[in-house]
């Protein structure tokens, strides 16, 4: 485990202890990576998307330390949980989108192949994150496996550091989270 990772867990076991001191601190360390993990997600949502990585970062990183008594293991669990605060922020944006569009238009998201499927298949984050639950019902794992892939940005390694649970298991989890949501987001085209 590098320094910064070390860091970057204690800081976080601080924070889960009640130091507001120790969120200031964790600011700097993580602040960058969350943007880079925002911006990535964000240049696969349609072209005149509003919100941006800055803000989406700012809410997901409020939600994040506000869970002082969430139990964080270290700083991959913590990316991990971010992905997944980041998917809801995302899916309630959409969701209000829609709701203003009155069910017109709702933001495309499109995967690069090393993601979960092709452009045409996964028509926009509220189809995703609609199959995604559907997928929690069949294997929680493989959705947070997809989770910390896909909206943490997480390696193969951070993945399976993250969940507890071997590369090997998280590369045949991705492999068939990705045929599975591929072949059920092929359904609804």
Do not use: C
Request: net charge neutral; aromatic share 6%; hydrophobic share 40%.
């Amino acid at each position: 485990m590098d320094a910064n990772s070390e860091n970057v867990t204690v800081l976080l076991q601080r924070v889960e202890a009640g130091d507001n001191e120790a969120a200031n601190q964790l600011v700097p360390l993580v602040y960058r990576e969350l943007r880079q993990m925002a911006g990535s997600y964000l240049r696969h949502e349609r072209p005149d998307h509003t919100l941006q990585p800055t803000a989406l970062v700012n809410e997901a990183y409020l939600k994040l330390v506000d869970q002082k008594s969430f139990p964080w293991k270290n700083r991959s669990h913590f990316f991990g949980v971010a992905a997944q605060v980041m998917r809801h922020i995302l899916v309630d944006y959409a969701r209000s989108y829609r709701a203003e569009k009155r069910g017109g238009g709702a933001g495309n998201l499109s995967l690069d192949e090393a993601m979960i499927a092709s452009p045409e298949n996964a028509r926009d984050v509220l189809l995703l994150d609609e199959t995604l639950s559907r997928l929690s019902e069949v294997d929680p794992q493989l959705v947070s496996v997809v989770e910390m892939r896909v909206f943490g940005g997480l390696s193969i390694q951070e993945t399976a550091v993250a969940l507890g649970i071997s590369p090997a298991t998280v590369k045949r989890n991705w492999n068939m989270a990705k045929a599975w949501l591929t072949q059920e987001m092929g359904k609804k085209k």
